[in-house]
């Protein structure tokens, strides 16, 4: 989740030879995005902030403001 981005994508894309993509929603890819998740969550690489569901209005206010990488609310 981001706020509005400005950058000049010739000068810190093309201009390195890289490629730009971005996933809205589905998009993803899920037959390798959901296991390179698991893998990353068993190395410990996946980092989250947990919150009970009574604490899920500091979750979102946490994840709005940036404070939480990955807000997850256990139910």
């Known amino acids: 989740m981001s706020g ?18 971005g996933f809205i929603q589905g998009n993803a890819g899920l ?3 959901i296991p390179k998740l698991v ?3 068993k190395a ?8 009970d569901l009574e604490d899920i209005n500091q979750a979102f206010d946490d994840a709005h403001k940036g ?4 807000a997850v609310v256990d139910m």
């Open 44 to 51: 410990r690489l996946f980092p989250f902030d947990k919150y």
């Open 4 to 21: 509005d981005v400005t950058i000049n994508v010739f000068d810190a894309v093309m201009m390195e030879g890289r490629a730009m993509q």
């Open 67 to 70: 404070l939480a990488l990955k």
């Open 39 to 41: 893998e990353y969550y």
């Open 31 to 33: 037959q390798l995005f």
